[in-house]
């Protein structure tokens, strides 16, 4: 088995080259899969992880828009429906200069396991451009909306894709994309996006879904020894959706929040990040977490990571492959319990690797993160029924919707011979629902 999942691999590794973050997230996945498949001969026989590392359809565009000078800019756009054995194609879009082919099939592969372990009907998918929107007005952001939504709505339907947000794409970006779907259309049609306002479709906690999830996993992780937030310390990186709803949760929990960071360097706050001030600078002002420290009298370190300051949970909220070997020994120096990923793959393999020899709780991205696309589907289902649930109601669906997907990686590593390895039980889970369903559909 181990030499058929090797060939596979390889074939993947010759017909994507150059898909670096693709070739990582499907190796990760298949360094789990040996026992699955040798209890599992169907598996092999019917091609399944052939199929699965071939998204269905994979749609590439230019997207010309004019600039507050006049002149003609030209990105390119994405989105790569992944998987749809369990439901539309869901998974958001991405706008951020690094956005190639390979980074949105790492990401669309990623999703289709989250989406499985979430339990819900939903299949995988992703997308996004290569915008950069830092520096852009208001009006500019606007026309590169339009015009990319200009050649995706297409593609899209509440059963058959159904885009999000995710990096440089929040609540201001989905608004100007369903503005442009509605006319283009002339239908107001909630379930083709989500992440919307709550005065136009949205649903109350998704905005606060993922980071509140990755919190709410490791939580529950934590507890698992006996362990909680309560008086910890903690670190997140980043400082956009995630890793601010990532830090309120935290505090609510009784955690001590001392860092956080973007992409010019961290911040040090001993005093416990102040959360309204950060939100002020980052979502208000759109500005970088140095004049947080500015403001707030913290300290700010350029050009560095943040987990050197050390914690007892660290909270990885940035972007892939942000916490590497090195950043890994130093928290396992600090003395780190649990590191529980907000963002899609932050943490190194071998990073991995070293957090899990020393102990360390480890919960990957597609399990942890999983809350904020759960959150989308009971949007979705809100879209659906003409209705609007509480606050209260929703988080407490939310906490349900973690508790389990934890709950199901716990079981399922133990099943397979792994106890308390998050990261066996996530990959196992994820991929016999949709095996099974991709099974059940015939070779289509
Ligand atoms: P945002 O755009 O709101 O925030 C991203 C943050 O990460 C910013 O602070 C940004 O800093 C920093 N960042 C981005 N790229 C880099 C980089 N190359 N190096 C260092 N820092 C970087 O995005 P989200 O919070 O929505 O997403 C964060 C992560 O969470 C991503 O991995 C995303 O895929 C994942 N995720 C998001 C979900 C969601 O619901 N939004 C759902 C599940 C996963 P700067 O502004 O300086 O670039």
Same mark, same amino acid.
């Given at each position: 088995?181990?030499?058929?999942?090797?060939?596979?691999?390889?074939?993947?590794?010759?017909?994507?080259?150059?898909?670096?973050?693709?070739?990582?997230?499907?190796?990760e996945v298949f360094e789990s899969l040996e026992p699955v498949?040798?209890?599992?001969?169907?598996?092999?026989?019917?091609?399944?992880?052939?199929?699965?590392?071939?998204?269905?359809?994979?749609?590439?565009?230019?997207?010309?828009?004019?600039?507050?000078?006049?002149?003609?800019?030209?990105?390119?756009?994405?989105?790569?429906?992944?998987?749809?054995?369990?439901?539309?194609?869901?998974?958001?879009?991405?706008?951020?200069?690094?956005?190639?082919?390979?980074?949105?099939?790492?990401?669309?592969?990623?999703?289709?396991f989250?989406?499985?372990l979430?339990?819900?009907?939903?299949?995988?998918?992703?997308?996004?451009?290569?915008?950069?929107?830092?520096?852009?007005?208001?009006?500019?952001?606007?026309?590169?909306?339009?015009?990319?939504?200009? +050649?995706?709505? !297409?593609?899209?339907?509440?059963?058959?894709?159904?885009?999000? *947000?995710?990096?440089? %794409?929040? &609540? /201001?970006?989905?608004?100007?994309?369903?503005?442009?779907?509605?006319?283009?259309?002339?239908?107001?049609?909630?379930?083709?996006?989500?992440?919307?306002?709550?005065?136009?479709?949205?649903?109350?906690?998704?905005?606060?879904?993922?980071?509140?999830?990755?919190?709410?996993f490791a939580?529950r992780m934590?507890?698992t020894r006996?362990?909680?937030?309560?008086?910890?310390?903690?670190?997140?990186?980043?400082?956009?959706?995630?890793?601010?709803?990532?830090?309120?949760?935290?505090?609510?929990?009784?955690?001590?929040?001392?860092?956080?960071?973007?992409?010019?360097?961290?911040?040090?706050?001993?005093?416990?990040?102040?959360?309204?001030?950060?939100?002020?600078?980052? +979502?208000?002002? !759109?500005?970088?977490?140095?004049?947080?420290?500015?403001?707030? *009298?913290?300290?700010? %370190?350029? &050009? /560095?990571?943040?987990?050197?300051?050390?914690?007892?949970?660290?909270?990885?909220?940035?972007?892939?492959?942000?916490?590497?070997?090195?950043?890994?020994?130093?928290?396992?120096?600090?003395?780190?319990?649990a590191v529980s990923e907000?963002?899609?793959?932050?943490t190194?393999p071998?990073a991995v690797a070293l957090l899990t020899e020393a102990g360390v709780l480890f919960a990957p991205g597609k399990a942890a993160?999983?809350?904020?696309?759960?959150?989308?589907?009971?949007?979705?289902?809100?879209?659906?029924?003409?209705?609007?649930?509480?606050?209260?109601?929703?988080?407490?669906?939310?906490?349900?919707?973690?508790?389990?997907i934890h709950d199901r990686c716990l079981t399922t590593a133990d099943a397979y011979d792994a106890p308390g390895n998050y990261v066996v039980g996530a990959n196992i889970a994820g991929f016999t629902?949709?095996?099974?369903?991709?099974?059940?559909?015939?070779?289509?």
């Amino acid at each position: 088995m181990k030499e058929q999942l090797a060939d596979i691999l390889d074939q993947v590794l010759r017909r994507n080259p150059g898909e670096r973050e693709f070739h990582q997230a499907v190796r990760e996945v298949f360094e789990s899969l040996e026992p699955v498949l040798r209890k599992n001969p169907q598996y092999v026989d019917a091609a399944v992880l052939e199929r699965l590392c071939e998204p269905e359809r994979q749609i590439i565009f230019r997207v010309p828009w004019v600039d507050d000078s006049g002149r003609v800019q030209i990105n390119r756009g994405f989105r790569v429906e992944y998987n749809s054995a369990l439901g539309p194609f869901k998974g958001g879009l991405r706008f951020h200069p690094s956005v190639y082919l390979g980074i949105v099939k790492f990401l669309g592969f990623e999703q289709v396991f989250k989406n499985s372990l979430t339990g819900m009907p939903i299949g995988g998918g992703k997308g996004g451009s290569d915008f950069d929107p830092r520096g852009r007005s208001q009006g500019e952001v606007m026309r590169f909306c339009q015009s990319f939504m200009t +050649e995706l709505y !297409r593609h899209l339907g509440e059963h058959t894709d159904v885009p999000a *947000g995710d990096i440089g %794409v929040g &609540g /201001r970006e989905i608004g100007y994309l369903f503005g442009q779907y509605k006319r283009i259309t002339n239908r107001w049609e909630a379930g083709v996006l989500t992440g919307k306002g709550l005065s136009w479709g949205g649903s109350l906690v998704r905005t606060e879904a993922t980071g509140y999830g990755t919190v709410l996993f490791a939580e529950r992780m934590l507890g698992t020894r006996g362990q909680s937030f309560d008086g910890r310390r903690v670190v997140v990186s980043g400082a956009g959706n995630v890793a601010q709803y990532a830090i309120q949760k935290a505090q609510q929990l009784g955690g001590h929040v001392v860092g956080c960071s973007d992409s010019t360097g961290y911040v040090l706050d001993e005093r416990g990040i102040d959360l309204p001030l950060l939100q002020q600078v980052r +979502e208000a002002e !759109r500005l970088p977490v140095s004049v947080y420290a500015e403001r707030r *009298g913290a300290t700010f %370190v350029p &050009g /560095r990571r943040v987990w050197e300051v050390g914690a007892e949970v660290a909270l990885p909220c940035a972007t892939q492959n942000e916490l590497d070997e090195d950043d890994a020994a130093a928290l396992a120096r600090s003395g780190v319990l649990a590191v529980s990923e907000g963002a899609n793959m932050p943490t190194t393999p071998a990073a991995v690797a070293l957090l899990t020899e020393a102990g360390v709780l480890f919960a990957p991205g597609k399990a942890a993160n999983a809350g904020g696309v759960a959150t989308s589907a009971l949007e979705m289902q809100q879209n659906a029924s003409r209705d609007a649930w509480s606050f209260e109601y929703t988080e407490q669906r939310l906490a349900g919707i973690m508790h389990a997907i934890h709950d199901r990686c716990l079981t399922t590593a133990d099943a397979y011979d792994a106890p308390g390895n998050y990261v066996v039980g996530a990959n196992i889970a994820g991929f016999t629902k949709v095996a099974d369903a991709m099974l059940a559909l015939g070779v289509v």
